[in-house]
């Protein structure tokens, strides 16, 4: 495996936030399967995987997607899977996604092939994902976490030209871990601006980091009309609000008592 030494720059990060990734903020490509390391110490994985991804590939062309325009007109189609926690507004209570009732052979498929990636997370992180896999015991029941892994959540974006962002709510120092499935498609490289360099993300590569700590970016997705042409991401990830979670049992029971509590309440009004 090449291993490539970077020195990271300190970034006006207002300049990069929450604005649309560009080709030129980073000059050097990474298109060859290498480990990115800092002082020394191993940062990001890319490589590209050598493993059948026709049933991922399939699940994430069968599953309902959500789209949303952003305030500056920027449309990002995706879908969450794996288990969500508690949301007083929508869902108070914890759960499976939606995408587990809707989609329930893709959403399978989509998990359990986490699995996959965690051989990597292993293998060229061990240190790391040992400390991620006791967080986890520790924190997480295990109804809450997808089978052989230490993650919980994950989200699916399909042909998203993500703005820059640090990935929010998750386990602190520990990894994300992402495929990118592509056909057709030019563009679409994760950038990465405090180390100088993008990721090609050609398909079936994968890209293991922190990223609530690197800034991160996709550049703009150019995809041909009326073509199966796409780009789709997977990316798993362990979310720090399923600590509050009780088992599937007591959330049912809570949930219950806090809607009586609530339609009490509102009678009393």
């Not at 903020?25 to 059948?52: A, E, M, N």
Request: with cysteine; net charge positive.
């Amino acid at each position: 495996m090449r291993v490539v030494e970077v020195e990271p720059v300190e970034l006006e990060i207002s300049n990069f936030k929450k604005r649309r990734a560009s080709e030129e903020d980073c000059s050097r490509i990474i298109d060859f399967d290498c480990i990115i390391t800092v002082g020394g110490k191993p940062r990001i994985l890319y490589k590209q995987i050598d493993v059948d991804t026709t049933p991922l590939r399939w699940a994430v062309k069968n599953i309902k997607y959500g789209t949303s325009t952003r305030t500056d007109g920027l449309k990002t189609t995706s879908a969450i899977f794996g288990f969500s926690p508690r949301n007083v507004l929508r869902k108070d209570f914890c759960s499976a996604t939606a995408m587990s009732k809707a989609n329930p052979k893709p959403h399978y498929i989509i998990c359990n092939f986490s699995k996959e990636l965690t051989k990597l997370y292993e293998e060229f992180f061990p240190e790391t994902i040992k400390y991620h896999y006791e967080l986890a015991d520790k924190k997480v029941r295990s109804e809450w976490k997808m089978e052989g892994t230490p993650f919980t959540s994950g989200i699916v974006n399909k042909n998203n030209p993500l703005k820059y962002h640090h990935d929010s709510g998750n386990f602190k120092n520990v990894l994300s871990n992402m495929i990118v499935l592509k056909r057709g498609v030019s563009g679409g490289r994760l950038s990465c601006p405090e180390f100088g360099i993008k990721f090609e993300c050609d398909d079936n590569h994968v890209v293991i980091f922190d990223g609530a700590r690197i800034l991160h970016g996709v550049t703009p997705i150019y995809k041909p009309e009326g073509e199966d042409t796409y780009r789709y991401s997977v990316v798993y990830y362990s979310l720090e609000q399923m600590w509050k979670c009780d088992s599937v049992n007591e959330e049912v029971k809570r949930i219950r008592k806090v809607k009586k509590e609530r339609e009490f309440k509102r009678f009393r009004e």
